[in-house]
């Protein structure tokens, strides 16, 4: 994925909400499909007490139109330089949508299962409602987390006229003998110290889950602790959140631990 050059210094970060949007489109015709092509109308169609039927009817409305919102901003960001003529205008968008609602659409859903086992019906098409419902709040919290990495970079604190902090390198190296670093020196061994147990985390997550096409995703993250340690991890970032895009309910929280690392 090619990110517009202005936007090339979080360039990690912009692509991951992007190929968030492009997940969130992916669920449009499986909402349209449950309602439609499923049994929910022999769900909500019989009910009488019309607040129990709202309460159910709102995890297909809330559900729907949050993608299609959500699909439609973050998939733009690259390209609609009206909409997003800066940085500040990408995190700004996003004030008081459906981002800013994730507690009450978890109270939403929460509901909607307190009155569907008040009607006492079962339903295949409200149980994956229920599923994918879940996975845009899970993916609704990664963009929140991201938006908040995105006004802690420096670009966003220069649109702003936030100061700047120069930059210091945090890496920590041991088994220096005598010398606080060593250039050029014979006889001397260096440790970079990584966050092992992240990539592991990862790596058995993946392991773990139903992804059909494991293999590449588990090698693109081994090549990420390799570049951790060498300081260069953006090439191997890069590749793993392209193979991610598809797989963000699995790997979605462990995004702003890599995005920190960047």
């Keep these: 994925m090619k990110i517009r050059s202005d936007f090339e210094e979080v360039s990690g970060l912009i692509g991951r909400l992007i190929s968030i949007g492009e997940e969130f489109r992916g669920k449009d015709n499986w909402w349209s499909h449950l ?75 929460n509901e909607a299962n307190e009155a569907k086992d008040q009607n006492d019906q079962s339903s295949w098409a409200f149980d994956q409602m ?47 003998s005598n010398s606080n670093i060593s250039v050029q020196s014979e006889n001397v061994s260096q440790q970079v110290h990584v966050n092992d147990a992240l990539f592991d985390d990862i790596i058995k997550a993946i392991k773990s889950s139903e992804i059909d096409n494991k293999e590449p995703l588990v090698t693109a993250a081994e090549e990420m602790r390799e570049g951790a340690k060498s300081g260069s991890i953006l090439t191997a970032y890069q590749k793993f959140m392209g193979l991610a895009a598809d797989h963000l309910t699995v790997l979605g929280p462990f995004l702003p631990a890599l995005a920190a690392l960047l």
């Design 130 to 176: 229920v599923v994918t419902f879940k996975e845009q709040i899970a993916l609704a919290k990664v963009v929140r987390q991201t938006l908040n990495l995105l006004k802690s970079t420096n670009l966003y604190k220069l649109e702003n006229g936030i100061p700047v902090e120069k930059e210091i390198s945090t890496l920590h190296i041991s088994n220096v």
């Design 35 to 109: 309602k439609h092509k499923e049994d929910w109308g022999e769900l909500v169609w019989p009910i009488k007490d019309h607040r129990v039927k709202s309460k159910i009817e709102r995890v297909y409305s809330d559900g729907r139109d949050m993608e299609l919102f959500l699909s439609e901003e973050l998939e733009s960001i690259n390209f609609d330089i009206t909409k997003y003529p800066t940085l500040t205008a990408v995190v700004e968008r996003f004030d008081g949508t459906w981002i800013d609602e994730i507690e009450a659409l978890e109270q939403t859903l």
